[in-house]
Structures are given as C-alpha cells and as structure tokens.
C-alpha cells in the first residue's frame, strides 16, 4: 500500500518533469526546422530569445511564488542586474573572447551570479517580512535597482574599468568604451544571443527547480509555505530556507537577463520597471502556482497574444486586458471547476474500465 | 525658513499621497486584495471632473459630486463584474484580475478620450497665506483640509455606524461576521463604492495642484499611495493618512537635500527601513500566528 | 488539481495555435491596415512603408502624432499620383524589445523602407536590423545619436541607411548654449531642469552642460527629475530660485514643462523659460492657460503657426480630422513621407525593385538632394544620416509663435 502510493508519487512527479522537458524540446525541434525552411516569419523569430527569457524568469518566480509562498514584486529588478552585468561582462571580453558562445555563456553566468548575490543581499531585509509587507519591499528594491542603475556611469579601457555615480566623469583613454550611459542605458551591444541558448537555459532552470523541489531542501521550502510554525518546530531553519529559494529566483532572473540584454542593440534601464515585475508574475499567475509546464506555456501564449492581436489596432491592447481577466474569472469558476473536474474522473473511469476489460 | 516651505510643499504632496492611500488601504482592509485599479479609477474620475468642469462649464463642487458618483458607479460595476466571482479565489488571483481591470481602463481611457494630456482648469486660486515669512499656497491648505476632513468621517463612519461596525467585524473575520448575520458581500460592495468614491475626491485634489490629465496618470500615484499604504501599515486608516504624509514629505526632503536624481530610491529605502523597524508598518496591527 | 490539467491542455492548444497562426500570417497578410487604394482606381503598384512607434501606453501621445501625420501625407502623395505609399504603422509602445517584434511584423509585411521609429530607444534597438537587411529608414523623431550610430558614445560605425528628420540631440544642446551666449539679454544665469532618465533629455543635457562650459555660460543650477517623479517641481524650482537663475533651460517635452510653468506661476517665479523642440505643443495642450507660456523661447524647426501654404494646409487637415494642432513630431512625420517620396521620383524608383536597389537609390538622393518642408527649407542629408536644417528661435506672444533673433 505505502509503496504503491511512492511509486504513484514518483510517477507523477516524473510525469510532470518529462511533460515539461519534452514541451520545451518538441517545441524547440519544431521551430527550429520552421527556420531551417525559412517559414518562420521575422516575427517568430524575434519573439523567440525574449520569450526563452521570460520564461526563465518566470520559472524563477514560481519557484519564489508558488513553492516559497513569498510575492515578489521586483523579479525585474533581478532580470536588469543580470541584464546589465550580462553586457558589461560581454562588453569588456569582447576582445579576449571571440567565440559568441562562449562569450554569451560566460555573461549569463556572470548575471546569475551577480543576481544571486544581490538576492542574497535583498534577501537578508526581505524575508524578515511577511505577506503584503515582503510584497512591497521587494517592489521597493525593484524600484531602487532601477533608480541606481539609471544613474550609473560604467566605461572600460586598458586601464581598468571607470565607475562613476549620477553624473558623467568617466573619461577613457582612446580606444576605451562606455558600457553603460546612465540613462541611455548600454547601447550598441554586440547581438550573441540564440534560440538554442536560450533552450538550454530553460532546460537548465527546469532541471534545477525540478532537483530543488523534490529534495529534501525542497520539501523543507514548501513546509515553510504551508505552515512556518509546523516547519520550525520540527528543525527547519526557516530564514535558510527561504533564502535558498530567493537566490535560486533571482539567480534564474539574472542569467534571463543576461541572455535578454544580449539580444539587443540597446537596453535602457527603464525597462524593467515595476510593469515587467508584474509582466512576468502574471505568466506565473496564469501558468499556475507551482506548475513549471503552465508557465512555460502562459509566458509563450501571453507574449504572442498581443501580437497577434495587431490586425485590431488601437483595440489590441483592451482585448488583451480583457482577455486577462475572463482567463482569471474562468480558471477560477467553481462551477466550471466541479465540471472540469467530473469530466475528468469520467475520462479516468473510461480509461480504466478499457483496461480492465 | 526654506525648510519649512520644503516641509509644506512635503505636505501638500503627502496629502495627496494619503488620500489615495485611504482608498487603497479600506479595501485591502475589508476586502484583503490589493485594487491595483484604484490608481485607474483616479485617473476616470479625473477625466470626468475635467469634462464636467472644462466642457460642461458646471460649477466645482457639482463637478466633483458628479465625478463621485460616476466614480463610485465605475467601482461598484468593477466590483461585481471582476473582483465578486473571485471571492473564494486566492488572492494572487485577484491581483491579476485588478492588474488585468487596470490594463482595461488605461487602454479603454486612451480610445475614449485619446492620448494627448489635458490640463486640467486651475479652480482654486493661486493665492498664498504669508504667514511670517513662509508662503502656504491655499491649494495645500484645502488639499491638507479636504485630506483631514475625509479621514474624519471615515474615522466616523467606521466607528459610529452599524455599517461601520459590519466594516470592523468583517475585517476580523469574515467567517464569523457572516455568522452574525452580516451580509459580507454586501459589506464589500459598500466598501468599494466608498473606495472609488474617495478616488474622485483624490482625483480633484491630485489634478487641481498637478494639472495634466491623461490615460496613464492614475499608475505612478497608485504605487506611491500604496506604498503610503503599507508604510502606514495596511487596513489602518490613520495609517494611510500618515504614510501618505510621510510619504510625501521625505520625497521632498530627498529631493532638496540630497539628490533630485535619487529621490525614488531614496523614498524607498526610508521604507524599507522602516519596515525592518516596525514590519507592519508604522501603525499597522502586529499579525499574531497561532499555532 | 484535476482543472489545471485540463486548462493546461486548453494552454497547449492555444499556444500551437497561435504559433500556427503567427506563421501562416506571415507569407501572405501584409498587416496593413491603412492600404491605400490608389485614387484614380488604376492597378498602380505602391511602395510599402512601413514604421512604428507608441500608439499605446506612456508614450503614445507622440506616436499617435506621427502616426495620423503619416497618413495625411501618404494620402497626399498618393493623390497627387507619381508615388503611391502602402502605409504599415505598428505599435512599439516605446518599448525596444516590442519594437524589434514590430520590426518583425513589418518584414513580413514585405516593407521596402520605413520611417524608423518615433522614439529614440526603440530607434537603437531597430536600426542594426535596418542596417543588417539593408532596408532604408529615416525616423521622424529618433533624435538620440544611438539611432544612427553603432558606436553613439564615439559617433562612430554610422548605419549609412538610417536617417534623421530632426536634429541629433547633441546638436540642440549645443545649439541652444550657443543661442544663450549670443542673447545674454534673456537671461545670464542659467537654471537646468531635465529629466534624468530621458534619452532625448539628458542627451541634450549633457551637451549643453559641455558647451556651456566651454563658451562660459554661467550655469547657477542643475535638476532633475525622473519619469516617477514627474508631478512635483516645487523643490527644483525653489533651488533654481534660491540660485538666482533668471533663466530656465527645459530640454524637456511639453507635458512636464506645462506642470512646471504652473508650479513656477503659482510660487511667483518668472525667469525666462528657454528650450528645444520638446516644448512644441505646449499650445496646443487642450486647456492650458497660454498665458503662462507667454514669453517661453523655443528652439524648433516648425511652428504650427507659419504661414506658408503648404504648413497652412497641413495644420488644417490635421485639425479636421483629428481635432487637434499638429505639434514637431506630427510636422517631421509628415516631412519624411515627403522626402522619401521626392527622392523615389528623382530616383526613378519603382516598386518592383529589390531593397537593396531602392536603399542605394535613396541613400544616394538623400545624401545629394535638398528638400523643402514643413519643418525647414533647403535641408541636406550627411552621409551619416544626420540632418542640417536651420533652428528657428521663437518666443510665445499673445499665445502665438513670434520668430525671435
């Protein structure tokens, strides 16, 4: 009987672990023949590194939202840190590295870090808080990390890199380049980032959330969700746990970031403002809290939706609010729920009874 | 003496701050959701103060109790349509759907009324008190007043009345006031009616000292009120008035004193700190965990 | 638990739909939404010009400006029969990542040059992929230098294809401390108030601050503000008092400095206020007192209020049909339509050619002729895609433009 029910368990564990990995690979094979035939439009392809991005930090999210329990509202901010450590690290190895690849692969991990650590830092304020209060102070530091790399002045020459704060004062020796221009951001980067990268990346950050989650640490995170006072009385060590969690997320939000801001020309610091936060927790909320599969399927539907609502014109973005919140009221209809649920059952009951016969 | 003018320009910004805070705060009180819409319904009655008094040519105050009502309609039908079938839901889905009413309403204020900014009619005069040496413009005097004036009857309301006391119970317990024959639905919609009509009220006073009105003008003064909100602590009234007013004033400060370039960052590090200090913020309730 | 799976089915679903979709739009649709049929009904074949820019969101005000501008001048030259215009204006929502997308969708709608973007971000992030497929592109408003150079920060690696309508924002900066220094009867000591994390704003900042410096203007003050704190000026206009400015320098659009000309009415301060072509529209913002205006300077290439022809009419259809007076983003808008078109003709370019023979057409006509337009007489092209035209200073007089020398 008890072993009936793990072997269950690790079947629906696994289910959902090859569900996801076999999505992201199909859908991976799919595009890329569309592109080795040239009928993927220009449109498609220029969705295809943003939409491996926000997954990504999307996946981070849920494991923070849904398996920590904690809202956070700056996940953006992580994603600009990344971002910008991202091209800094590109920008400077420009020379030294000449293989994108391995360039792009060096800044992704030089985001993650640099994010991991700054999570680290946040975290440590962050998840003294609860509920709403956490909510705000992680929209705070959102903002704050916006405000501090809007007013950042980063040049690099032979001599060494030139930092400077609100005001310009770098001065380069010739042959010197500004990484980033306060405001203006990081402009003309070197454009390394692929599709294929991109994959891996979501095929990594799946591997790690799944391996997280089903450990030991991973059940001790979800304890803490459901009742810290339960979890602490029986050993865990609460603050630890959480801050695993809020570092593996923000870590995840960086090396998105970095893949993200390679992929442009320019990257201002605006954009990841309290809007992306939000962006990106609404693929969580619609994806379903805890469930890697739905995000990676609400970030794709939800970032192609408002483009193919373009032939409506000025009514695009009204539609996709709408749009937004029947999906919320629909997923959430008990009525629909209780039949969702019994047409299942009955689709369960079928299929056993084709066995049993 | 610049100080002081710095302190009441503070004022008047934190007034504004605080009597949004107080829409934002009286939901999230009785309704535990966070009306990310709020901001937005400013931003409509905004547009309707400005038709009623630039277009219709009515009289300041008929404008306003026009922009109340419609406001308080606005709330009430968002209410119904969007928040009430989620009431069993998570509240992550709740915000979503306010998120989702937010995006509705700027894009629907955007087709309706267009994208170019409006300035709103200067109603109050522009005079100022001199009151030894310092000037307080009359605009931050009825700003303060109106602010003070309104937390007054709420204050009131919530303590005086029976639907007041239904207020209370349900933001204890729900559970429990629906035992004792509250009609908690019903409590709600009230709630949010009162809610959207301050925005109004708000909406005059945000757009009668800053005078642009356009489609997105509700956003950036919903996330500073809710953050007023909270650092007030969140649910309590004179909370949000002097988060609000905190607010408001250590923006100014900030700006004056070290950085017009860092005021944001600044305004939210003195928030996060103070959440470290009191994480309920400064007057909200201490949560209690029962095991 | 069991709803989820189902919902992630309906998910899976629609997501292979609209990648289906997304893909099979491509070949065929154009996306064009504003096609215009040719006016005597003949089977003229018509260039496809394409564009973006904010039609929602923050920003919007001005890509709707361009955007209405577009279409009174694509109707314009369509009627008057030698080049006929296929307009496809997509959304950006100032948004360089959605501005790539738009790109996107404007490839697939087969686009043979386009009008860039209409703000300056957007612009960076698009102009490598113009220059990569070899599609010309002249932005209406993209002032930053990011739009036309690889390498802004060394004015170097110039995209060759990519155009500007209006002045780099280097340009105005220098252009405007230079300005102050020869009229020093405005105004002696100077104030700053721009908005810091504003591409336009604080790429006109920086450059004035520099010449400014170099031609010994005496600047007294420097504030800022950014997009979240865009309400309240009361602090940098105390400062700026408190400093002794007796003039203020807005590098800023007209929104913000209307809220800042009130704040500076209400607590009694009139300095002479100074600025660029942001502040264009400041009368035309429905309700604003033009009495507050009165006395502002402005360096900008049109004014709604000219007299000639060709503005009159242009002023007029936009009023007619939008309700509102065309402000320099509209006026540019209109100009590279009109550009674009007079360089086809002398070009003898036709719509059957490839892109790449259209871009060398263009590029060699933009960067030999001199055209005639709404925002400036006689202006030239270099080379590098940047524009000459004379500034025109005006002052505000009885809320209308006066020119000022």
């Known amino acids: 009987m008890m072993k009936n029910f793990f072997s269950k368990l690790f079947d629906q564990k696994l289910r959902s672990r090859t569900i996801s990995y076999l999505l992201v690979i199909i859908a991976f094979i799919i595009l890329q023949l569309m592109s080795s035939t040239g009928s993927l439009s220009s449109l498609l392809k220029s969705l295809l590194v943003p939409v491996c991005c926000y997954t990504v930090a999307a996946i981070g999210l849920n494991l923070n939202v849904g398996f920590s329990g904690e809202l956070n509202l700056g996940q953006a901010g992580f994603m600009s840190v990344g971002a910008f450590t991202g091209i800094c690290v590109s920008g400077m190895l420009a020379s030294m590295i000449t293989n994108p690849v391995l360039r792009l692969i060096i800044a992704i991990i030089a985001g993650a870090l640099i994010a991991a650590l700054m999570g680290y830092i946040i975290g440590i304020p962050v998840l003294k808080l609860q509920g709403d209060y956490l909510a705000i102070v992680t929209l705070a530091f959102g903002q704050i990390i916006k405000s501090i790399i809007t007013n950042m002045y980063l040049g690099f020459d032979e001599n060494g890199l030139h930092v400077s704060f609100v005001e310009n004062k770098v001065t380069l020796a010739s042959g010197g380049k500004m990484l980033l221009q306060g405001p203006m951001g990081a402009t003309g980067t070197q454009r390394i980032a692929s599709f294929a990268i991109g994959i891996i990346l979501i095929l990594c950050a799946l591997t790690i959330v799944y391996n997280l989650i089903y450990s030991k640490s991973g059940r001790a995170i979800m304890g803490c969700r459901d009742n810290r006072i339960a979890a602490e009385s029986i050993g865990i060590n609460v603050a630890n746990t959480k801050m695993l969690a809020f570092i593996i997320s923000a870590s995840l939000a960086g090396a998105a970031g970095a893949l993200y801001g390679l992929n442009y020309s320019t990257l201002v610091p605006n954009k990841f403002d309290f809007n992306t936060s939000i962006l990106i927790l609404v693929f969580v909320v619609l994806g379903g809290l805890g469930n890697m599969t739905g995000t990676i399927i609400s970030t794709t539907v939800l970032m192609l939706l408002p483009e193919l609502l373009r032939s409506l014109q000025d009514y695009r973005m009204l539609i996709y609010a709408i749009v937004l919140i029947v999906i919320m009221l629909v997923t959430n209809n008990a009525f629909l729920q209780a039949k969702a649920a019994k047409l299942r059952e009955s689709l369960i009951k079928g299929k056993k009874g084709a066995k049993l016969s | ?83 009430k079938p989620l009431r069993q839901a998570t509240s992550l889905s709740v915000l979503i759907t306010a998120i989702g009413v937010s995006y509705f309403l700027q894009n629907g204020a955007q087709l309706l009324w267009g994208t170019s900014t409006k300035v709103f009619p200067s109603v109050i005069s522009n005079g100022a008190l001199a009151l030894g040496g310092i000037s307080i413009s009359y605009l931050t005097l009825i700003t303060v007043f109106v602010c003070l004036a309104v937390m007054g009857c709420l204050t009131l309301f919530i303590n005086k009345t029976k639907t007041g006391k239904a207020m209370r119970a349900c933001s204890e317990d729900k559970g429990a006031a629906a035992l004792m024959g509250i009609n908690v639905n019903q409590i709600i919609s009230i709630t949010f009616a009162i809610g959207s009509g301050l925005a109004a009220i708000a909406a005059f006073l945000l757009c009668a000292t800053y005078p642009s009105v356009y489609p997105t003008l509700g956003s950036m003064p919903g996330i500073k009120a809710f953050t007023a909100a909270v650092f007030g602590g969140i649910g309590s009234i004179p909370g949000a008035f002097l988060g609000g007013l905190m607010l408001g004033i250590i923006e100014i400060l900030a700006k004056a004193y070290i950085s017009t370039q860092l005021s944001d960052a600044i305004v939210f590090a003195v928030l996060i700190i103070v959440l470290l200090i009191k994480p309920t913020g400064l007057l909200g309730r201490k949560l209690s965990e029962k095991v | 638990m069991n709803y989820r799976n189902l919902l992630k089915g309906g998910l899976a679903a629609a997501m292979a739909f609209t990648m289906a979709a997304c ?64 307009l496809n204006f997509q959304d950006d929502a100032h948004d360089p990542e959605k501005a790539v997308t738009a790109y996107g969708v404007l490839k697939d709608g087969g686009m043979q040059m386009s009008v860039l973007t209409v703000t300056s971000s957007p612009g960076a992030a698009v102009a490598p992929l113009y220059d990569e497929d070899n599609i010309f592109a002249i932005t209406p408003s993209g002032s930053s230098l990011a739009v036309i150079y690889a390498d802004a920060a060394n004015k170097a690696g110039s995209y060759g294809n990519c155009f500007q309508m209006c002045f780099t924002d280097p340009n105005q900066g220098s252009a405007s401390a230079v300005y102050l ?28 601050q520099a010449e400014a410096k170099d031609i010994g203007l005496d600047v007294v003050y420097t504030g800022s503000f950014t997009e979240d704190s865009a309400t309240d000026f009361s602090v940098q206009l105390t400062q700026a008092k408190d400093a002794g400015a007796d003039l203020i320098f807005l590098p800023i659009y007209y929104d913000p400095a209307s809220l800042i000309l009130t704040q500076a009415n209400g607590m009694g301060y009139a300095p002479t206020f100074f600025g660029c072509d942001g502040l264009d529209g400041l009368l035309t913002l429905e309700g604003f007192d033009t009495a507050l205006a009165e006395g502002v300077y402005m360096l900008t290439p049109f004014s709604a209020d000219a007299t000639d022809d060709r503005t009159k009419n242009f002023v007029k259809k936009y009023q007619d049909l939008y309700g509102e007076t065309p402000n320099q983003f509209a006026a540019d808008a209109y100009d590279c339509v009109f550009a674009i078109a007079q360089a086809l003709k002398n070009g003898n370019a036709t719509p059957d050619m490839s892109t790449d023979e259209l871009t060398d057409i263009l590029v060699k006509q933009f960067t030999s002729m001199t055209y005639d337009g709404v925002t400036g007489e006689s202006m030239t092209w270099s080379e590098t895609g940047e524009v000459t ?17």
């Open chain 2, 1 to 83: 003496m610049a100080f002081l003018s710095y302190l009441i320009n503070g004022l008047g910004l934190g007034s504004v701050y605080a009597i949004i805070a107080l829409g934002y705060t009286m939901v999230y009180g009785i309704a535990k959701m966070l009306n990310f819409a709020h901001g937005d319904v400013i931003m409509v009655g905004a547009y309707v103060t400005y038709f009623a008094l630039s277009l219709m040519k009515l009289p300041v105050l008929v404008s306003v109790l026009l922009a109340v009502v419609v406001s308080t309609l606005l709330g009430v039908t968002i209410e119904r349509l969007a928040y």
């Open chain 3, 23 to 86: 893909s099979s739009n491509s070949g065929s649709a154009s996306g064009s939404t504003d096609s215009q049929p040719s006016s005597d009904g003949s089977e003229k074949a018509a260039f496809k010009l394409g564009g973006s820019g904010p039609l929602t969101g923050g920003a919007a005000v001005y890509g709707t400006a361009v955007y209405n501008a577009l279409k009174i001048a694509v109707d314009e030259v369509n009627a008057a029969g030698d080049i006929q215009f296929d």
């Open chain 3, 181 to 208: 220094k020869d009229h020093a009867d405005l105004g002696t000591k100077i104030a700053v108030i721009f908005k810091s994390d504003d591409n336009y704003s604080s790429g006109i900042n920086d450059t004035f």
């Open chain 3, 389 to 405: 035209k004379a500034p025109m200073a005006v002052v505000i007089k009885d809320g209308v433009y006066v020119g000022a020398e």
